[in-house]
T-cell receptor, first 114, second 116 residues
Framework: AQSVTQPDIHITVSEGASLELRCNYSYGATPYLFWYVQSPGQGLQLLLKYFSGDTLVQGIKGFEAEFKRSQSSFNLRKPSVHWSDAAEYFCAVGGRSGNTPLVFGKGTRLSVIA | GAVVSQHPSRVICKSGTSVKIECRSLDFQATTMFWYRQFPKQSLMLMATSNEGSKATYEQGVEKDKFLINHASLTLSTLTVTSAHPEDSSFYIC????????????FGPGTRLTVL
């Protein structure tokens, strides 16, 4: 069965500190991987995606993620967090057909303190 | 880029009434759209797959007679919550895959449904 695990429900970091959000997936074939961010009451914004090629993917807002096939992981990183990064972050996995929906992790809530 | 809209963005209704939510792909065609539900502080859960010109496919545990889905055109899917009850209060989000081969889903902004 397809699944995504985000082991950290809530993370608090200081502004300017580095960030890593963990994501592990289970998928029967080579997946497409995504990270989305959601502010309270808002929709989803795509941060970055991995389809193939370079396993280190650059996204918007200074985020990057690294696909590690051997660990079935796709962790999200940012070298220096800004207060505006406080939000809910979702990792998702999908098949390689446009007719397959995404499976989401439970999300990690990021709080940023001064 | 591909844009998906939803209408309304927020709706409050009385228990027992029906509510229709529209999901539109504004600048591309979508033969398939997906409907998700998100309860407060929880993740998105797939409810159903909407297929243009055919019946929707519902996930296990989702009542198809309660959540009616119609995908009448290549740019519009509608979700009707029939005889809504307070437990149906949730954030409903639709998505549609883009035209590329990478299964990037484009999400609507969501509809907040509150049933009193």
């Amino acid at each position: 069965a397809q699944s995504v695990t985000q082991p950290d429900i809530h993370i608090t970091v200081s502004e300017g500190a580095s960030l890593e959000l963990r994501c592990n997936y289970s998928y029967g074939a080579t997946p497409y991987l995504f990270w989305y961010v959601q502010s309270p009451g808002q929709g989803l914004q795509l941060l970055l995606k991995y389809f193939s090629g370079d396993t280190l993917v650059q996204g918007i807002k200074g985020f990057e993620a690294e696909f590690k096939r051997s660990q079935s992981s796709f962790n999200l990183r940012k070298p220096s967090v800004h207060w505006s990064d406080a939000a809910e972050y979702f990792c998702a996995v999908g098949g390689r057909s446009g007719n397959t929906p995404l499976v989401f992790g439970k999300g990690t809530r990021l709080s940023v303190i001064a | 880029g591909a844009v998906v809209s939803q209408h309304p963005s927020r709706v409050i209704c009385k228990s027992g009434t029906s509510v229709k939510i529209e999901c539109r792909s504004l600048d591309f065609q979508a033969t398939t759209m997906f409907w998700y539900r998100q309860f407060p502080k929880q993740s998105l859960m797939l409810m159903a797959t909407s297929n243009e010109g055919s019946k929707a496919t519902y996930e296990q545990g989702v009542e198809k007679d309660k959540f009616l889905i119609n995908h009448a055109s290549l740019t519009l899917s509608t979700l009707t919550v029939t005889s809504a009850h307070p437990e149906d209060s949730s954030f409903y989000i639709c998505s549609a895959p883009g035209a590329g081969n990478d299964n990037e889903q484009f999400f609507g902004p969501g509809t907040r449904l509150t049933v009193l």
